[in-house]
């Protein structure tokens, strides 16, 4: 089953009916502000309330899988283990499409001076010397990888054996 809505309140819904799911796969924030975008930052994935809600709708054993943005990663991974979760591994979404979220350093030290940048061709050429020694030089890595927490509700039974059977 695929559901597309709110996840509090799905989840709630789903507990109250009774309903335990065998694993909880989920895409939260990364609570970076991404692009100035209200929705990314709202705290929910850092919030053990969250996790709690996923734990209730898990049956025994049950695995969740949550996304992560790599400088965001362990605050989440510490809520969903706050929550009651045995985080059991780490997976990697490995990609080369991401554009770095990064300060060009030359364009702000001109910005800072008050010099305006030329555009030769397709390129903006930096102005000031100062400008010049720093083009280039950013605050931030490129993109390459999502981390996922794999994590898993405790057993009800003593072995993994009796737990699925059960």
């Known amino acids: 089953m695929l559901i597309n809505g709110d996840c509090i309140e799905e989840m709630k819904t789903l507990i109250s009916d009774g309903v335990q799911v065998d694993s909880v796969i989920c895409d939260p924030p990364y609570e970076i502000g991404f692009m100035g975008k209200v929705w990314d930052s709202t705290g929910i994935a850092f919030q053990k309330e ?12 049950g695995h969740i899988l949550a996304f992560s943005g790599s400088r965001t990663y362990h605050r989440m991974a510490v809520a969903i283990e706050d929550a009651g979760f045995e985080i059991r591994d780490q997976i990697m979404w490995l990609y080369g499409s991401g554009f770095p979220k990064s300060l060009n350093i030359g364009k702000s030290v001109d910005k800072k001076l008050g010099n305006k940048r030329e555009v030769v061709g397709k390129y903006v050429a930096p102005h000031s010397d100062e400008a010049k020694q720093w083009e280039g030089w950013g605050t931030a890595l490129k993109p390459a990888h999502e981390p996922i927490v794999m994590a898993r509700k405790p057993l ?8 699925v059977l059960k």
């Open 50 to 61: 969250t996790w709690e809600l996923a734990f209730q709708l898990l049956k025994p054993g």
């Open 156 to 163: 009800s039974e003593d072995t993994v054996v009796d737990n």
